[in-house]
């Protein structure tokens, strides 16, 4: 197997070692403070966004180095699995955003502003591995997901 010289950057250890310890430090901060918040209109809610806005950038980078990290390891059934939802990427979120309209909205379970932290960080988990879940089942049948296939035949429409 072929590896790419880019995953052994530099950049991507120091990702790893500073920008994600950062990251993570800076938004659970942030998080912290956007929880003392009373109302929705009040200082310490902007300080928790202004701080998550912030410090996001260096989670993000961090995670990006474990990402290169972990993707220097040899292939997996895991690795597969992501790897063929993450070429349906379109079918996959549309999929979440209908799962969460579903659940959220009031022509589904009406469940907008009822659930605490935990109960939709769950929520959210499970929807995503039933959206790449769904996508990467389909595209180990078919050539591209169903989103794909209809977003090529409109961008082609008339060039064929």
């Not at 995953?7 to 993570?24: C, D, E, K, Q």
């Not at 070429?87 to 502003?113: E, H, R, V």
């Not at 180990?140 to 997901?145: I, N």
Request: with cysteine.
């Amino acid at each position: 197997m072929r590896r790419c010289a880019a995953a052994r950057s530099p950049i991507w250890r120091r990702s790893r070692r500073i920008f994600l310890p950062v990251g993570l430090v800076g938004s659970a901060a942030g998080a912290w403070v956007l929880g003392q918040a009373s109302v929705m209109i009040d200082p310490e809610m902007l300080i928790g966004m202004v701080l998550i806005t912030l410090f996001g950038p260096f989670a993000s980078a961090g995670y990006i180095g474990l990402i290169a990290r972990w993707a220097e390891a040899p292939p997996s059934a895991t690795k597969t699995f992501l790897a063929r939802g993450g070429t349906a990427t379109l079918t996959a979120y549309l999929t979440q955003s209908l799962i969460f309209s579903l659940i959220f909205n009031a022509y589904g379970l009406g469940l907008f502003g009822s659930l605490g932290v935990a109960a939709c960080t769950a929520i959210a988990f499970l929807v995503a591995l039933v959206s790449i879940g769904f996508a990467s089942l389909w595209r180990s049948r078919f050539e591209r997901g169903p989103m794909e296939v209809l977003l090529r035949r409109w961008t082609y429409l008339g060039t064929r």
